[in-house]
């Protein structure tokens, strides 16, 4: 199964993500985790996108979707399944990827689109922390760490990353209207949306998100 992930900052996709790896026995794609490692190999999309990074640069549409594409085309396990995790993010993203699945005769099969109001967001994002050693993530509220501002698994510091204000995830809820709104509105007219209502405790989206798709 083929599975596009839509949803607001502080959604939970990343949660969701990984409930669904495990229980579909998917591969998780994430641009963030492709950034980061084809950074730390110094490969030479690596190394083209630390250009954009290191300058405070947003990395082009076209060189994320020549990441994905490498990552799609490269890991076997693809051609088995995957959760497409923060990409597409603009309507020429969904366009592309459809695109380089078309040639890998592998087409999306379902895009689920997490829905949550911006009370949820806020509380969500503001109170969430983040180990500076291995990137577990941990909340204030939801899932603190078992010693205040320690990392359970690696002992590393928690920090609050300084766009998790009210401010900045007001600016970034607004942005993500405007650009996701398009591919909502793409994978619809093309009989691939679900829609779940990510207010609700991270078990009982997992629940209604398998549920959705099996049924």
Not at 92 to 119: G, H, N, Y
Not at 124 to 153: F, W
Not at 160 to 186: C, F, G, H, L, W
Request: with cysteine.
């Amino acid at each position: 199964m083929k599975i596009v992930l839509l949803g607001p900052p502080g959604a939970g996709k990343g949660t969701l993500a990984t409930a669904l790896k495990e229980s579909l026995g998917l591969l998780h794609i994430s641009t963030g985790d492709i950034l980061r490692v084809e950074m730390k190999n110094n490969t030479p999309l690596g190394q083209e996108a630390k250009r954009y990074v290191e300058s405070g640069g947003l990395v082009p549409d076209e060189l994320v979707t020549r990441l994905i594409k490498n990552k799609l085309e490269s890991d076997p396990k693809a051609k088995k399944g995957f959760l497409m995790d923060g990409f597409p993010r603009t309507l020429k993203q969904a366009q592309d990827l459809d695109k380089i699945l078309e040639e890998l005769k592998t087409p999306v099969d379902w895009t689920l689109c997490l829905e949550a109001s911006m009370s949820v967001v806020l509380q969500r994002l503001t109170g969430r922390r983040v180990c500076k050693n291995c990137g577990a993530l941990y909340h204030i509220k939801n899932m603190p760490s078992q010693k205040e501002g320690i990392c359970d698994k690696c002992g590393g510091n928690l920090y609050q990353r300084t766009d998790d204000n009210e401010a900045t995830i007001t600016n970034r809820m607004k942005v993500y209207v405007e650009s996701t709104e398009p591919i909502i509105e793409y994978y619809k007219s093309q009989g691939k949306l679900k829609i779940l209502n990510a207010d609700q405790e991270a078990q009982a989206v997992k629940e209604i998100a398998l549920k959705s798709l099996n049924g």
